[in-house]
């Protein structure tokens, strides 16, 4: 098979030869011919195993997504990025920018240690747009070299005129804007967030914690650079460090519009990033304007563990994309094998594609989709419709040009959900731990039931994506959704974790949806139309290139119809010079 087809679009095109000319700080290289898999195990170092179309730059470690924005018909992408190396340490702010948030180019690094209030690093932040349309970023500083002391910092374009913002200066007489006054851990507080107006004064928040009490400090300007931090944090609980918090409106249940940080939102939700777990959790809730109080609608939202996504996920940062009026998520995906690994690739860490999120029609959780931008890397469709498989069956999905770089869209019917298996309400809050037990492999009633995806022709290699549904003690299913890649690949030292979630969706019908994103050696799912998403790192040995197979399977007691199923080969996008 060939090289996948680029999708260049004319101000690519353009915007590449002015930052070839610029000498940009990414290291440009032509991508190696993808050939047929070896017959033998292949190493990690490969490059048919770096994603087609998620975000990364041609090396090196990238980690949090910084200050996301649309500014002057430009998609801006900061991130975490050491320019030295595959593993983190020398931290700078890389920047990328886009017409479509597909197709990436690099562009110089935008803010990187050069006051004494970030000397010795520059970590995660947020951009927020003033009134009269001027970004501004804040972010966190690290000014000591024997603890990693942390502040807040503020940076300007230098010439707001300029779409791209290539360059951006840190006023003196400003910063740092905050500093960790007495009471506060000078080694827990960082990342703040995108600013909202209310009143006559402009809020942002920095995490934070106390003992084991996570913390979303609350600070007030009116002038957006003079801050001030109020007497009472928005919100804490007793989760531990809350790393990258973010806070937004949202709409009325099951409006999709997105909503500016400053706008009034129906209802509101709270992310952080627990520093514990390296997850990302979020509530739903109220917030009161006047006294910069929120209130989860769930009194146990901060321990029920609502996540954006229950795989490899965190660091997140949503936007609000005036364009189109969506709020769009990115977030952070590591990798899944080892730091030698990683310093022989020369590269490590991904972004999760951009996903639109919108609140739910029920009002308690938030619905995610891929940006519809990704779906200009679709080729030809293969589909399948009214396909039943037995217990224990399993049929391929044939005439894709590849299967290891594919977007699969399926929905699915069970005949009946009779045969459902009692659920432990000891998994009530551990849905990992049981998909660890009763992984893809382990026969069910109703499922397991899904995708096999990157497998090999003789199965020896897989990963899986599916449901399983039970019954609780009142009769009602309840959907696990898991991605097991325990059989990903048949090398013994990769990190190969079970990933799970539930799914609030009515499946009394028996119908379910599911999404699969395949790049590679990511695989990111959308459960029942984005209730669930899960996304995870795997590298096959030799289900890759051609290597790749995709198949649809039913290791369950009752029958799956497949009742339409369409699979496409996804073209390569501009991404970063590689």
Known sequence: MGTPQRVLAPWAVLLLALQLAGASHVIHRSLEAEAAPPSVPASIVNSLLRTGYHFQPPMNWINDPNAPMYY??????????????????????AHS???????????????????????????????????????????????????????????????????????????????????????????????????????????????????????????RSRDFMKWTRAKHPLHSAMTGMWECPDFFPVSGAGAENGLDTSEHGVKYVLKNSL???????????????????YVPDDPAGDYRRLRYDYGNFYA?????????????????????????????KGWAGI??????????????????????????????????????????EHFEVTGLATAYQADVEASFEVSSLDKAEPFDPAYDNDA??????????????????????????DLQEKTAVFFRVFKDGYGK???????????????????????????????????????????????????????????????????FGTGAHLYVFNNGEADVKVSHLTAWDMKKPLMNGA
């Open 351 to 392: 972004q999760a594609i951009p996903r639109k999120i919108w609140l739910d029609p029920s009002g308690k959780q938030l619905l995610q989709w891929p940006v519809e931008e990704v779906e200009k890397l679709r080729g030809k469709p293969v589909s399948v419709g009214g396909k039943v498989v037995k217990p224990g």
């Open 477 to 543: 299913p309840k959907v696990l959704m898991c991605t097991d890649p325990t059989k990903s690949s048949l090398s013994p030292d990769l990190y190969k974790p079970t990933f799970a979630g539930f799914v609030d969706t009515d499946i009394s019908s028996g119908k379910i949806s599911l999404r699969s994103l395949i790049d590679r050696s990511v695989v990111e799912s959308f459960g029942a139309g984005g209730k669930t998403c899960i996304l995870s790192r795997v590298y096959p040995s030799i289900a």
């Open 97 to 219: 920018v886009s017409r479509d948030l597909i197709n990436w180019i690099a562009l110089e690094p935008a803010i990187y240690p050069s006051i004494p209030s970030d000397q010795y690093g520059c970590w995660s932040g947020s951009a927020t747009l003033l009134g009269n349309g001027t970004p501004a970023i804040t972010y966190t500083g690290i000014s000591r070299s024997d603890i990693n002391y942390q502040v807040q910092n503020i940076a300007f374009p230098k010439n707001a005129s300029d779409p791209l913002l290539r360059e951006w200066v840190k006023p003196p007489e400003l910063n740092p804007i905050a500093v960790p006054e007495a009471g506060i851990n000078a080694t827990q507080f960082r990342d703040p967030t995108t600013a909202w107006f209310a009143g006559r004064h402009w809020r942002m928040l920095v995490g934070g914690v106390r003992g084991t009490r996570g913390l979303a400090f609350v600070y």
């Open 432 to 457: 990992q731990k049981l998909c660890g037990i009763k992984g893809a492999d382990v026969r069910g009633g109703v499922g397991p039931f899904g995708l096999w995806v990157l497998a090999s022709g």
């Open 316 to 344: 997140s940062k949503t936007f609000y994309d005036p364009a189109k009026r969506r709020r769009v998520l990115l977030g952070w995906a590591n990798e899944s094998d080892s730091v030698p690994d990683d310093k022989a």
């Open 275 to 293: 520093d514990l777990t390296r997850y990302d959790y979020y509530t739903v809730g109220s917030y009161n304007r006047s006294n910069d109080q």
């Open 72 to 93: 002057k018909g430009w998609y801006h992408l900061f991130y975490q990025y050491n320019p030295k190396g595959a593993v983190w340490g020398n931290i700078v702010w």
